[in-house]
Each structure stands twice: as structure tokens, then as C-alpha cells.
């Protein structure tokens, strides 16, 4: 591949995210090996648009709906040309695709799945919207130049939800952990200060408050928890659960002890800090946070779910996996975790699987694959 090689990388928008925020670690990625990469997003708003590097260059489609970013996307590619677009989620991965048949464009399509479908809120509450989805996927991703699954477990659920041949997928894991850089030490106590100073055990939970994130079954086990061992938590997102997370926590009698201070850009030095990393969601591809705390070294607790944790954490062996929705599991874990002697250096091991540079090497392989094809 030619260094120049112009790489386009597809997606919604850059609000607070999974996706978003690998698919960032991704470009720098492939900008450090000499690629040229468009940052095409439907439209070009989001807190981690200011994590952007300076050269890269965004192309806003302006499309306040993802099917409004057809024709723009259209035009776009015949004006710009690139080699690839890697098109991140459905629909975009949709979108992506018709827009190259229009274009009568010979650009390559890559679609990345970063869901397990199966489980998704809006297909399992409409038979019209997963047969939507299924069917697009189904007769669309064919013509796809390489089709990616983040996890083996999320790669098995795409082929089942969307008819697909499991030989067509592959499997690259997210680029989550970055080469480390010297980062200034906190000179004091960061807030919440309740939660970071003191002689409590600090539980600590990373991602946006909405529901299959399952934060009630949390604050249940929390307060369970807190019969027992002097902890308190904090939970680092926002979304549309807060008031109702806010209303729970208090009923349970744990309102003191619970911090929810929003989004915070950079969550390291929380993970630097906590005892305990706990995941409730009720459904996974490959959860960031998971990993993001291996690589700080800090015990986890995850639900079962499908399908990233118990890929992460060997079936159990690097931390402790309970069923979805049971927050007396989760609250005997939590204290089990809390109590044991963690081996720090076979997590932060394991989370160098999930390198950038490993990620990278994959999305190569893949790239000078469908070239020759």
C-alpha cells in the first residue's frame, strides 16, 4: 500500500462513545503509518470533536438524519476518491454502501459492527425494526469489501441475527489501549472528593446513564455492598437515565454515598485511584471500560452478558463475571474482589491485547487483502 493512500473512516457524529472514541484511536493509528484519512461524519458535532488531531480532515455531512447523508456522501466520493471507507454501525454501514453504487465509485467498503444485535433495545421491542435491520444487513453486507466484528462472540451474533456466513466476518478487537505518555501526577484529591479522599473502598463504573447500561442492578448491589464493607461509588457519564439513577439511589438509602459528576474527558486517573471496577449492562460487544481498567490494572466485576466481558476476561479467570440483572451476585462478588489480592500484572497483560498497534496491524491486513481482491 501506498503511504498516501487516502483511508475515509464513517461515522455519526463525535458524541461521547464506544465507537466514537476507538474509532479516534484508530485514525491516529493509521495517520502514524503515513495515511491519509477523511473523517466523514454525518454530522460534525460531539464532545470528542476537540480530541480530533489537527490534521485531520473532517467532512461534515450535515445531515441532521443518516439517510439525509446519502447524496452528500455521494458526492463526496466522487469528489475525493478515497481507497477505503470504513463505515462504523448500521446504518451508516448501509448508507455507506448505496452511496458507492451511486457514485459508481470503485472505492473499497469495509463495515464494522460494534453491537451484538441480537440484544439491542430497539430490536427487541419491534419485530418491523429488527427485520429492518436484519434484512438490510443480510442482502447489503455481500457487497461489503470485508465485513469486522469486534468481538468473536459479537462476530457469532451478526452471523445469527443477520443470516451472514461466519467466514466473511472478522475479528479485530478495538483498539482501546494507546502506547503510554507521561501524564502530569494530580497534585490533590479530584473531585468528587467524597469519593477520591479517605480510608473507604472506591467502587468505581464508566459510561453513559442510559438503560442497558443496567445501573439500578448496580445501585442495589451497591447498597448491599455497603451492609457490610465502607465503599462508595462513582459512576463517570451522563444521559437519560440520570434523574431516575438519582431518585433510586436515594430510596435505597445510598444517596451519600453515590457520585455521578457527568462526563469526564479523561477517566485514567480514576482508574488509578478505585479498588474496583464494576460493569452491569445487560448487553456488550467489546465494553472499552472493561478493558480500560485492566490496563490500569484494577480487579473487575462484570455481568455475563453478550458478549465482550467473559471474552475479556477468559471465561472468568481474570475477574469475576455474575448474571445479568442480579444484584445480590453482584454485590458477593464486589466484596470477594474487594478482599483478594489482585494480580495486577496479568491484567494489565491482558489489556495489551487490545492494543492500538495490534488493531492497526489487523486493519492493514484486511485493507491490503480486499485490494487484491
Request: charged fraction near 20%.
Amino acid at each position: 500500500m501506498k503511504e498516501t493512500e487516502k483511508i475515509a473512516i464513517f461515522l455519526p457524529n463525535l458524541k461521547v462513545g464506544g465507537a466514537e472514541r476507538i474509532s479516534i484511536n484508530l485514525l491516529n493509528g493509521l495517520m502514524r503509518r503515513g495515511y491519509v484519512i477523511d473523517l466523514i461524519l454525518a454530522s460534525a458535532e460531539g464532545a470528542l470533536l476537540v480530541d480530533l488531531p489537527p490534521k485531520i480532515n473532517v467532512v461534515d455531512l450535515k445531515a441532521a438524519r443518516i439517510r439525509n447523508g446519502l447524496f452528500p456522501l455521494v458526492a463526496y466520493l466522487r469528489r475525493a476518491r478515497p481507497s477505503v471507507v470504513i463505515a462504523c454501525m448500521w446504518p451508516l454501514t448501509i448508507v455507506a454502501l448505496a452511496a458507492r453504487k451511486l457514485a459508481g465509485a470503485s472505492t473499497r467498503v469495509i463495515v464494522a459492527e460494534h453491537a451484538t444485535w441480537s440484544t439491542a433495545e430497539e430490536v427487541v421491542k419491534s419485530a418491523l425494526y429488527r427485520w429492518q435491520v436484519c434484512a438490510s444487513m443480510h442482502y447489503a453486507y455481500t457487497g461489503a469489501n470485508g465485513i469486522i466484528a469486534v468481538s468473536q462472540g459479537a462476530g457469532d451474533d451478526l452471523c445469527r441475527f443477520a443470516g451472514l456466513d461466519r467466514s466473511a466476518v472478522t475479528i479485530i478487537y478495538n483498539p482501546v489501549v494507546a502506547a503510554p505518555e507521561p501524564k502530569p501526577v494530580p497534585c490533590g484529591p479530584l473531585s468528587p472528593t467524597g469519593w477520591w479522599s479517605g480510608a473507604h473502598r472506591r467502587v468505581l463504573a464508566v459510561g453513559t446513564l442510559k438503560p442497558v447500561k443496567d445501573y439500578g442492578t448496580l445501585l442495589e448491589a451497591f447498597m448491599q455492598l455497603r451492609r457490610n464493607v465502607d465503599a462508595r461509588l462513582l459512576i463517570l457519564g451522563d444521559g437519560e437515565c440520570r434523574g431516575a439513577l438519582e431518585a433510586r439511589a436515594e430510596s435505597l438509602g445510598i444517596k451519600a454515598s453515590v457520585f455521578m459528576p457527568g462526563y469526564v474527558t479523561d477517566p485514567s486517573p480514576y482508574y488509578e485511584r478505585a479498588d474496583l471496577h464494576v460493569l452491569s449492562s445487560k448487553s456488550e460487544a467489546l465494553p472499552t471500560v472493561i478493558i480500560e481498567a485492566l490496563a490500569a490494572g484494577l480487579p473487575v466485576v462484570s455481568t455475563d452478558c453478550l458478549s465482550g466481558p467473559r471474552e475479556i476476561l477468559r471465561d472468568g479467570e481474570l475477574g469475576k463475571l455474575v448474571p445479568v440483572g442480579d444484584a445480590t451476585a453482584m454485590a458477593i462478588a464486589m466484596s470477594e474482589s474487594l478482599a483478594a489480592r489482585p494480580d495486577r500484572s496479568a491484567l494489565i497483560a491482558r489489556a495489551q491485547d487490545f492494543s492500538v498497534e495490534q488493531a492497526v496491524d489487523a486493519y492493514e491486513k484486511m485493507l491490503r487483502s480486499t485490494r487484491r481482491r
